[in-house]
Structure formats: C-alpha cells, structure tokens
C-alpha cells in the first residue's frame, strides 16, 4: 500500500554498538488499515467482526502486541489449552481469530536519532541515539 507521507519506524540491531552507542536502522511503515500479517509492538491492532465489510471503520481497538500466550477452557470434562494473542486495550484474542485483526503503523518521529553517514542495515540507514 501506498501512504500519503512518509512515516518511519526505528528497530534496534542487535549485538553492534558505535563507540557504546547501541544503533538502529529507519524503515518505512505504512500507516493506513490493512490486514495484519506481523505482530509487534510497532502496530495498533484492530478486530473486525467477519460478518462486515472488511472496509467498515467500526473495528474493536485492540491497541499495541504485548505478547504470546496460553489460556485454558476451563471445561470440566473437555479442558485444553488455546493460544491468544495479548494487547495493551484489550485482553486477549485467540490466534485462530487473526483472519480477522488489522493493523495501523505507529510512526515515531526519530527525536535524538543521529544519522550515521554512509552506515546501512537491511538496506536502510542506521541511526544511534543521542543521550
């Protein structure tokens, strides 16, 4: 998908430090609605009920990824366990429902990141954060 202005995301590279400074790359994140086909903490989650439009704006916020889990049916005589996915807004969604989650990228705006000249990573340029 295409986006109107540039939005960007910063992800950390891990085990590599410029004189004690840990660095990052910039990449392009797209901020309009889509289905989620990643799950992190550099999206804002949404469900939408699959007896909508896939186009309708009334989606259940579920906000940012925080994590991976089990929970159990509890039932007495049939009990299992079921993987969920957790969000910051609401408390979890089963992993069979993800057909049905969108996502929205979370920019950030790159405050104290200083370009390191001529540096790249994946093909973006890396940054370092100014303290």
């Known amino acids: 998908m295409t986006t109107a202005t540039a939005a960007w995301v910063f992800h950390k590279i891990a085990n590599i430090t410029n004189n004690g400074y840990e660095l990052y790359y910039k990449e392009p994140i797209d901020v309009q609605m889509q289905k989620a086909t990643v799950m992190n903490a550099k999206y804002n989650y949404f469900y ?69 000249d001529g540096m790249l990573s994946q093909g973006y340029p890396v940054y370092y954060l100014k303290k």
């Open 48 to 116: 939408k009920s699959p007896h909508k439009s896939p186009y309708n704006e009334e989606a259940l916020n579920l906000g940012t990824f925080k994590g991976l889990s089990k929970r159990s049916s509890n039932c007495r005589y049939d009990d299992y366990d079921y993987d969920v996915f957790e969000f910051s807004e609401y408390d979890y969604i089963a992993c069979s429902e993800k057909r049905n989650l969108y996502c929205v990228g979370i920019p950030e705006t790159g405050e104290n990141m200083v370009l390191l």
